[in-house]
């Protein structure tokens, strides 16, 4: 994933002559900022080996106040997020001795993985309705049950539960110094890829805090493709299931036949 | 040396594998055993996702069953009307099977009942082969003569309607114990991945009455089509048959029944099946305490709708 580091220098570099240009009308027009980021590829190819990687995201901040950023009112955050799927989670409990799957909860359209890093801990950059109305952070990630939903009160230990375990395995993950800004507007963000990302579109999404208040935000693709022996099995599987279960039979009667042919022999 | 198992999706390593498969391959070489009923769960234990270890045990049982199926073919040793009634409540009992596999899935209960069938079967069979061995090598060493039991009084088996003359087996019974006992197993083959011969065939000679020479024959002929069925309705509906893993059983499990057959040959049968019976009772007792220990985690996530 080094690859990527040598990113879009020449993209930011690209927005720098339109802030050069921008007529000075006096100081009561305020300028609003604009965020800008860039990946060097938009396409990750991953093999069955893979054992996780950084990802650098590189941006920049336009029409920044220098006072504000000098003091580090500016905060940056930035996701990146998995293809959405609905997500159940369930509940074991003690029945005749044996535990069982008693409960569930289904969550609509969650990201499989979620990394997240930012300039510092997210709790500490905005209040927490600021980063729920955006779904920022591990903690603020919508999780809304489908269906009935008997009580209420089970809806938090649910979506902790949720939380914990995504974490846990991984796919969840948040660096609170992953963001650096390596110049008074350039910044740069790490994001872990974690060895069980799963394949899809995934979004980079950046945010800009300015004192605790949302001010820009910015969305990028990023296609995730598995290669390799295994992947062309898993999409076989999927796509061709019946051709698929044909071989597989077709591969057990030829190994037990053919073991029966050479153990003949001897 | 690791391997990715694309479906599973999972690395395990490949040397455990090829152990489990050449183990348990040299067990049902000695005892004359499909093995589904060992590999399946020794699976769970390496953490192989029950819905996959299901699905390819299920798979792994074709390779297992093919060369002794055709060993019996060649003898002669198989009816082949009484496997094909057989099968066809075979085709239907797995039908049925994957149909309850999918909706447990989308309950979140397959891996609960999956472990409870286990317990279930390999507790009663185990039990039942462990006495019975007990049992006759008490005889052997009061040197009384072993008495088999004759097959001779008709039961309420032999009462039902729709009866139908099965040269081979030298029996004329009703088709409806035949076809019931053949959808009995798929079921059990679509849930459990096993291939049944471990009922199949003492419910062919206590309750058909058919003579045991064509037995194992005719039980072969019927696992090989219902598990080779159940392999490729799996695939289509569950996605859940690993290629890999189950190649690398396949192979492993072949060799394996080669050398265990010749061992199986200079030992004493009650031995064996007392061997066995506790092996047996030990797996199952394995998945019964997973059941009743507190789990690490109470809860769980499963991505994705499910069909």
């Known amino acids: 994933m080094r690859r990527l580091l040598p990113a879009l220098f020449a993209l930011l570099f690209a927005a720098l002559p339109a802030a050069a240009q921008m007529p000075m009308l006096g100081d009561s027009i305020e300028q609003r900022e604009r965020l800008q980021i860039g990946v060097s590829t938009t396409e990750i190819a991953i093999t069955s080996d893979f054992a996780g990687a950084d990802l650098t995201v590189f941006g920049s901040v336009d029409y920044a106040d220098e006072l504000l950023m000098a003091i580090g009112q500016y905060d940056v955050i930035v996701a990146l997020e998995g293809p959405k799927d609905i997500a159940t989670v369930r509940k074991k409990e003690r029945l005749f001795g044996i535990w069982v799957n008693r409960r569930s909860m289904t969550f609509e359209h969650v990201p499989e993985s979620y990394a997240i890093s930012s300039t510092r801990a997210v709790d500490s950059i905005a209040v927490d309705t600021a980063l729920n109305d955006r779904g920022v952070g591990i903690a603020h990630l919508p999780l ?31 660096d609170t110094a992953g963001v650096r800004f390596v110049s008074p507007s350039l910044f740069r963000a790490s994001l872990r890829l974690p060895a069980n990302i799963p394949n899809g579109v995934h979004t980079v999404h950046a945010y800009l805090f300015k004192s605790g208040v949302f ?52 | 040396m690791t391997i990715y198992l694309p479906i599973a999706e999972l690395s395990v390593n490949i040397f455990v594998i090829l152990g489990m498969g050449a183990a348990v391959g040299f067990l049902s070489g000695m005892f004359g055993v499909g093995g589904g009923f060992l590999i399946t769960p020794l ?22 069953s093919v060369s002794g199926a055709i060993t019996h073919f060649r003898r002669g040793t198989l009816d082949l009307k009484l496997g094909t009634i057989l099968l066809i409540g075979g085709l239907a009992g797995a039908t049925v099977g994957i149909w309850i596999f ?34 006759a090598m008490r005889r052997a060493r009061r040197n009384e003569p072993v008495t088999l039991r004759k097959p001779g009084q008709h039961s309420w088996v032999h009462r039902l309607p729709l009866k139908m003359r099965f040269k081979k087996s ?119 305490i997973a059941l009743v220990v507190t789990p690490a985690d109470v809860y769980s996530v499963v991505v994705g709708g499910m069909n």
């Open chain 1, 144 to 174: 809304i049950p489908i269906g009935f939903v008997g009580n209420a009160a089970n809806l938090g230990e649910f979506r902790d539960a949720y939380r914990r375990l995504k974490t846990g395995s991984g796919l969840y993950a948040r």
């Open chain 1, 215 to 266: 001010v820009a935000d910015k969305q990028l693709l990023l296609r995730v493709v598995k290669t390799g022996l295994e992947q062309a099995i898993t999409d076989a599987a999927h796509e061709r299931p019946f051709l698929y279960g044909v071989f597989a039979v077709f591969l057990a009667l030829v190994t037990g036949w053919g073991a029966s042919v050479i153990f003949k022999k001897n």
């Open chain 2, 43 to 64: 699976l769970i234990f390496y953490n192989i996702p029950p819905v996959v270890a299901v699905a390819t045990g299920a798979n792994q049982v074709v390779a297992s």
């Open chain 2, 102 to 135: 999918s909706l447990l899935r989308r309950l979140g209960q397959l891996d609960l009942i999956i472990s409870l069938m286990y317990v279930v079967f390999l507790g009663t069979v185990g039990g039942l082969m462990l006495m019975e061995s007990v049992n």
């Open chain 2, 170 to 288: 030298t029996i004329y019974i009703s088709v409806i114990p035949v076809v019931a006992l053949g959808f009995g197993i798929g079921i059990l083959t679509s849930i459990m991945g096993v291939g049944g011969g471990f009922i199949m065939v003492p419910a062919m000679i206590y309750l058909l009455r058919v003579p045991t020479n064509v037995v194992v024959g005719t039980s072969l002929f019927q696992i090989i089509f219902v598990t080779a069925y159940t392999t490729v309705v799996q695939a289509t509906t569950n996605y859940s048959v690993d290629i890999v893993l189950a190649f690398i059983l396949m192979v492993a499990g072949v060799i394996g029944a080669q050398y265990g057959v010749r061992v199986g040959q200079k030992l004493r049968g009650e031995q064996l099946r007392a061997l066995l019976g506790l092996l047996v009772l030990a797996v199952g007792l394995r998945l019964a």
